[in-house]
């Protein structure tokens, strides 16, 4: 089992670009998660999927963020256009329902 | 919604003290409740879990968790620290019907030698 695996592992950009960060979940879990992390603000919720389908996109900051899930094994968090205070740390997680999740290592995004 | 609080932003201890850190939530049905660990500059691992029954928890490295319904807390306990124990913790709710998970603000944990 590889574990949850996100990509790229870095990202530097510069404000007003667009940045994709993209994430497989584990085979066979059937919910994903898209976390952000920053000092400031700790580790939060963005959006989460069961099945493929987005259920809880409250967490999403603004309309320059969007999340989807084409299929089981694929999901990406857009930014567009990116801006400086958009870096920190993002996670993605997943699980089967109910049960602990998985992280992957997350991706640092710099925005300039 | 539910949310998550956890008391202590930074705590400083040295090696052998004990630890306690605090959680409460906020949600009135039945809750999961989880401890992650993330150590510097690595990614979220899970601690140990709460589903159901003996609400004292016991999980990896030598810590546990106890889950007081009553107070709606989930605290963390090590009976003495070390070292490596140094890292950020999370506590962690989500509620027995969906997979809504919030997590705490974390508390930072330094260990000194």
């Known amino acids: 089992d590889a574990g949850v695996i996100q990509s790229p592992r870095h990202e530097v950009t510069e404000m007003g670009q667009e940045v994709t960060l993209r994430c497989k979940p584990i085979?066979?879990?059937?919910?994903l998660f898209w976390y952000r992390q920053t000092m400031m603000r700790g580790l939060e919720l963005l959006i989460y999927?069961?099945?493929?389908?987005?259920?809880?996109d409250s967490g999403m900051p603004e309309d320059r963020f969007s999340a989807k899930m084409p299929n089981a094994s694929f999901s990406t968090l857009k930014i567009q256009p990116s801006e400086p205070r958009d870096s920190a740390v993002y996670f993605c997680a997943s699980s089967q329902t109910s049960l602990p999740l998985h992280f992957g290592n997350g991706t640092r995004l710099t925005v300039t | 919604a539910q949310s998550v609080s956890q008391h202590n932003h930074h705590v400083i201890l040295s090696e052998a003290a004990s630890l306690e850190l605090g959680c409460n939530y906020s949600y009135g049905g039945t809750v999961n409740l989880f401890w992650y660990v993330q150590y510097p500059g690595q990614h979220l691992q899970l601690l140990l879990k709460?589903?159901?029954?003996?609400?004292l928890v016991k999980g990896i490295k030598g810590f546990e968790a106890e889950f007081i319904k009553s107070k709606f807390s989930f605290n963390l306990r090590k009976p003495s620290v070390q070292w490596s124990d140094t890292a950020e913790y999370f506590c962690a709710v989500n509620s027995y019907n969906n997979n809504d998970m919030r997590f705490g603000a974390g508390t930072r944990l330094t260990v000194k030698p």
């Open positions: 709460y589903f159901s029954g003996d609400p």
């Open positions: 085979s066979g879990h059937n919910s």
């Open positions: 999927f069961n099945n493929n389908v987005p259920i809880d």
